[in-house]
Protein backbone atom coordinates (compact mmCIF):
# COMPACT_ATOMS: atom_id res chain seq x y z
CA UNK A 1 0.00 0.00 0.00
CA UNK A 2 1.28 3.33 -0.17
CA UNK A 3 1.00 3.93 3.44
CA UNK A 4 3.58 0.97 3.50
CA UNK A 5 6.27 2.46 1.03
CA UNK A 6 5.97 6.24 2.91
CA UNK A 7 6.42 4.66 6.06
CA UNK A 8 9.23 2.70 4.92
CA UNK A 9 11.09 5.50 3.71
CA UNK A 10 13.48 7.73 5.75
CA UNK A 11 11.18 10.51 6.38
CA UNK A 12 8.63 7.59 7.23
CA UNK A 13 7.78 8.89 10.42
CA UNK A 14 6.25 12.38 9.42
CA UNK A 15 2.46 11.92 10.56
CA UNK A 16 1.56 12.68 6.78
CA UNK A 17 -0.89 9.68 6.64
CA UNK A 18 -4.21 12.36 6.70
CA UNK A 19 -2.27 13.85 3.22
CA UNK A 20 -2.65 10.01 1.49
CA UNK A 21 -5.91 10.35 -0.22
CA UNK A 22 -5.42 7.13 -2.63
CA UNK A 23 -4.13 4.04 -0.67
CA UNK A 24 -3.74 1.10 -3.15
CA UNK A 25 -3.87 -1.71 -0.44
CA UNK A 26 -2.57 -4.36 -2.83
CA UNK A 27 -2.05 -6.16 0.41
CA UNK A 28 -5.80 -7.02 1.08
CA UNK A 29 -6.35 -7.89 -2.33
CA UNK A 30 -3.78 -10.06 -3.50
CA UNK A 31 -5.15 -13.83 -1.77
CA UNK A 32 -8.39 -13.41 -4.41
CA UNK A 33 -6.44 -12.94 -6.98
CA UNK A 34 -7.05 -16.22 -8.71
CA UNK A 35 -4.08 -17.20 -11.23
CA UNK A 36 -0.02 -17.62 -10.45
CA UNK A 37 1.46 -14.90 -9.26
CA UNK A 38 5.09 -14.01 -9.71
CA UNK A 39 6.39 -11.36 -7.23
CA UNK A 40 9.58 -9.83 -8.33
CA UNK A 41 11.91 -7.40 -6.57
CA UNK A 42 15.94 -5.91 -6.34
CA UNK A 43 17.95 -6.08 -3.38
CA UNK A 44 18.54 -2.31 -3.97
CA UNK A 45 15.30 -0.62 -4.74
CA UNK A 46 15.40 1.60 -2.48
CA UNK A 47 11.88 2.78 -3.38
CA UNK A 48 10.00 -0.02 -2.94
CA UNK A 49 11.66 -2.07 0.16
CA UNK A 50 12.12 -5.45 -0.98
CA UNK A 51 10.59 -6.71 2.57
CA UNK A 52 6.96 -5.06 1.14
CA UNK A 53 7.19 -7.24 -1.77
CA UNK A 54 7.96 -10.58 0.56
CA UNK A 55 4.72 -9.27 2.48
CA UNK A 56 2.40 -8.92 -0.36
CA UNK A 57 3.81 -12.76 -1.76
CA UNK A 58 3.10 -13.85 1.92
CA UNK A 59 -0.34 -12.60 1.96
CA UNK A 60 -1.13 -13.80 -1.49
CA UNK A 61 -2.12 -17.82 -2.05
CA UNK A 62 -0.76 -20.16 -4.53
CA UNK A 63 0.70 -20.69 -6.90
CA UNK A 64 2.96 -18.25 -6.52
CA UNK A 65 6.41 -17.12 -6.73
CA UNK A 66 8.69 -14.51 -5.01
CA UNK A 67 11.98 -13.36 -6.79
CA UNK A 68 14.96 -11.32 -5.59
CA UNK A 69 17.45 -10.19 -7.99
CA UNK A 70 20.82 -9.77 -6.53
CA UNK A 71 22.02 -5.95 -7.04
CA UNK A 72 18.37 -4.77 -8.96
CA UNK A 73 17.27 -1.35 -8.55
CA UNK A 74 13.65 -0.25 -8.48
CA UNK A 75 15.16 0.39 -12.25
CA UNK A 76 16.98 -2.28 -13.55
CA UNK A 77 15.78 -5.65 -11.85
CA UNK A 78 13.98 -6.32 -15.35
CA UNK A 79 17.23 -6.39 -16.77
CA UNK A 80 19.73 -7.97 -15.20
CA UNK A 81 17.22 -10.69 -13.85
CA UNK A 82 15.44 -12.07 -16.91
CA UNK A 83 17.13 -15.57 -16.26
CA UNK A 84 15.18 -15.13 -12.84
CA UNK A 85 12.11 -14.30 -14.31
CA UNK A 86 12.32 -16.81 -17.37
CA UNK A 87 12.95 -19.91 -14.39
CA UNK A 88 9.53 -18.58 -12.04
CA UNK A 89 7.55 -18.17 -14.86
CA UNK A 90 8.67 -21.49 -16.24
CA UNK A 91 7.89 -22.88 -12.58
CA UNK A 92 4.52 -21.29 -11.80
CA UNK A 93 3.46 -22.49 -15.66
CA UNK A 94 4.63 -26.05 -15.21
CA UNK A 95 7.12 -25.65 -18.37
CA UNK A 96 10.21 -26.66 -16.81
Not at 23 to 42: E, M
Not at 72 to 85: F, R, S
Request: positive net charge.
Amino acid sequence: SIPDVVRSMRWGWLPVGPLITQRFDARSKVAGIGSPLLVVHGTKDSLIKPELGRALFEAASGPKRFVLVDGGTHHNTNAIGQDLYRDAIGQLFGLR
